[in-house]
Nanobody
Framework: QVQLVESGGGLVQAGGSLRLSCAASGRTFSRYTMAWFRQAPGKEREFAAASWSDRSTYYADAVKGRFTISRDNAKNTVYLQMNSLKPEDTAVYYC?????????????????WGQGIQVTVSS
């Protein structure tokens, strides 16, 4: 069983930056795909970014060039650096882990989820 705990959310003005962190329990963190999803009010949860076990990364088009996902396997932590934030980035952000080291952007591929953390971008 893996537990995921997000931190770092909050309120920021448009154009600003935030960094989210997700601390994971367990001893096989480096083998997991780690990802961030987000869910805006009234919308479905959507993929934002993922880090594969080989540290390759990929992003949704909506965040590409603005967000950066990274991981520190020694600390069992994954990060999401969010720059040039827009009001449409407002959402609850979820950390997710998949036992497959090269999982994709579908929610069904992920085995563990954090409780979510609010990010609000004001205009």
């Amino acid at each position: 069983q893996v537990q995921l705990v997000e931190s770092g959310g909050g309120l920021v003005q448009a154009g600003g930056s935030l960094r989210l962190s997700c601390a994971a329990s367990g001893r096989t963190f480096s083998r997991y795909t780690m990802a961030w999803f987000r869910q805006a009010p009234g919308k479905e949860r959507e993929f934002a970014a993922a880090s594969w076990s080989d540290r390759s990364t990929y992003y949704a088009d909506a965040v590409k060039g603005r967000f950066t996902i990274s991981r520190d396997n020694a600390k069992n932590t994954v990060y999401l650096q969010m720059n040039s934030l827009k009001p449409e980035d407002t959402a609850v952000y979820y950390c997710a882990a998949a036992q497959g080291g090269f999982s994709g952007r579908s929610r069904s591929e992920y085995d563990y989820w954090g409780q979510g953390i609010q990010v609000t971008v004001s205009s």
